[in-house]
């Protein structure tokens, strides 16, 4: 089984498949991986050899931003925002909807389950 940025690579699929088990590496970037190392993209993880894996990790080490770094990121970005007191971070600290959805009738996922109002029937 390889082991790439932490993660570990499913050996029976395909080599741009399998990249995307990686967070932060998506279908297109891992297509970029594959055309930059020179692997061809019909070819499985069980199929490539120490130096090819290798050159895999390197050129994603090098290059990309990905699992634990791009989450660290990601959870400084939100708080930044927070602790600015900018509308995203007020959104992100009361858990609601940030990207401008709805919130009459929806976003129960952000929102939690549907708490009972005493006196609404009519």
């Known amino acids: 089984m390889a082991r790439i940025a932490g993660v570990n690579i499913p050996t029976g699929k395909r080599v741009p498949i399998a990249l995307t088990y990686i967070t932060g590496i998506g279908p297109y970037i891992a297509e970029q991986i594959c055309a930059s190392v020179g692997i061809d993209r019909a070819r499985r993880v069980n199929q490539l050899s120490d130096t090819e894996v290798l050159a895999i990790r390197e050129y994603i080490d090098a290059n990309l931003t990905v699992e634990g770094d791009l989450r660290r990121e990601v959870t400084m970005n939100i708080k930044r925002a927070m602790d600015l ?7 992100h600290r009361r858990n609601l909807p940030v ?24």
């Open 85 to 91: 007191g900018s509308y995203r971070g007020l959104r």
């Open 99 to 122: 990207r401008g959805q709805r919130t009459h009738t929806n976003a129960r996922t952000r929102k939690g389950p549907a708490k009972a109002i005493a006196g609404k029937k009519k």
